[in-house]
């Protein structure tokens, strides 16, 4: 059963996503003796290894889940059933989400080094070089996850997302009154091909009431993506731009979203 989002509209909905993406570690082939390539054995990459290579070029700091027998495909572990989850979407923008398998628990994976509390966290959220990690679990409030989210931003970000986040909240509520005008507007048009068919002359005018909605929405959600852009550090810039890590070979490691310039 999915979980509840928010009660906004379709077109708020598009925005409130996780845009979560999943490294696959691919080691290195290397020559034998100049005629033949061996694959290296799967081995667990060290902290900073996994770290550099999850991270990429991307300079948002990082949000990590890994996936369990029970929330296996599923955001379960960061959304909560039945509560607000719309604050948790925004905030994801602003970090690089990773969600990694369950088997990522076993010695030999090459990401299990990242996970460095006992008993094992079920997410975290860290600065990119993982020098400031906030290990979470599914269990804790959104309160807490919110304030490990606003203490790694802190570190990564100049600007502050409280008034972004207001910003967008109203554009979002925006949206929905056009969404809710666009129905009204297409229940309407349907009555009127019923009743009158194509060629009524009262057709015209509510197409071009419905195509300027349809503007209006495009509008909104251009404003909505550059309210959520917040100035990056120059520190985390200049990291990204030299990182040593090779970045996920497959698929190919993200470019930073309208989420940080």
């Given at each position: 059963m999915?979980?509840?989002?928010?009660?906004?509209?379709?077109?708020?909905?598009?925005?409130l996503?996780?845009?979560?993406q999943?490294?696959?570690?691919?080691a290195p082939?290397?020559?034998?003796?100049?005629?033949?390539?061996?694959?290296q054995v799967?081995?667990?990459?060290?902290?900073?290894?996994?770290l550099?290579?999850?991270?990429?070029?991307?300079?948002?700091?990082?949000?990590?889940l890994?996936?369990c027998?029970?929330?296996n495909?599923?955001?379960?572990?960061?959304l909560?059933f039945?509560?607000?989850?719309?604050?948790?979407?925004?905030?994801?923008?602003?970090?690089?989400?990773?969600?990694?398998?369950?088997?990522?628990?076993?010695?030999?994976?090459p990401f299990?080094?990242?996970?460095?509390?006992?008993?094992?966290?079920?997410l975290?959220?860290?600065t990119?070089?993982g020098?400031?990690h906030?290990?979470?679990?599914s269990?804790?409030?959104?309160?807490?996850?919110?304030k490990?989210?606003g203490?790694?931003?802190k570190l990564?970000?100049?600007?502050?997302?409280d008034?972004?986040?207001?910003?967008?909240?109203?554009?979002l509520?925006?949206?929905?009154a056009?969404d809710?005008?666009?129905?009204?507007?297409s229940?309407r048009?349907?009555?009127?091909?019923e009743?009158?068919?194509?060629?009524?002359?009262?057709?015209?005018?509510l197409?071009?009431?419905i195509?300027?909605?349809?503007?209006?929405r495009?509008?909104?959600?251009?404003?909505?993506?550059?309210?959520?852009?917040?100035?990056?550090?120059a520190?985390e810039?200049?990291?990204?731009?030299?990182?040593?890590?090779p970045?996920?070979a497959?698929?190919?490691?993200?470019?930073p979203?309208?989420?940080?310039?």
């Amino acid at each position: 059963m999915p979980l509840p989002v928010t009660a906004r509209g379709p077109s708020a909905r598009t925005v409130l996503n996780i845009d979560w993406q999943f490294p696959v570690w691919k080691a290195p082939e290397v020559a034998d003796d100049g005629d033949t390539v061996a694959r290296q054995v799967r081995r667990a990459l060290t902290r900073e290894e996994a770290l550099a290579y999850i991270a990429g070029d991307d300079p948002r700091p990082l949000l990590v889940l890994r996936e369990c027998k029970v929330c296996n495909g599923t955001d379960a572990a960061l959304l909560k059933f039945g509560a607000e989850n719309e604050k948790t979407f925004l905030l994801s923008t602003w970090f690089h989400c990773v969600k990694l398998p369950v088997d990522v628990m076993e010695q030999d994976h090459p990401f299990h080094n990242l996970f460095q509390v006992e008993p094992t966290e079920h997410l975290f959220v860290a600065t990119r070089d993982g020098a400031t990690h906030r290990a979470l679990e599914s269990e804790t409030s959104r309160t807490e996850l919110w304030k490990s989210m606003g203490e790694v931003m802190k570190l990564t970000y100049d600007d502050k997302s409280d008034s972004a986040l207001k910003a967008v909240g109203k554009l979002l509520d925006k949206l929905d009154a056009a969404d809710e005008r666009w129905n009204e507007l297409s229940d309407r048009r349907d009555e009127i091909l019923e009743e009158d068919g194509p060629g009524s002359r009262k057709l015209p005018k509510l197409e071009a009431k419905i195509a300027e909605l349809d503007a209006e929405r495009g509008e909104v959600l251009k404003e909505i993506a550059e309210a959520m852009k917040l100035k990056l550090k120059a520190v985390e810039l200049d990291e990204a731009a030299s990182s040593a890590g090779p970045g996920p070979a497959d698929p190919p490691g993200p470019s930073p979203p309208g989420g940080a310039r």
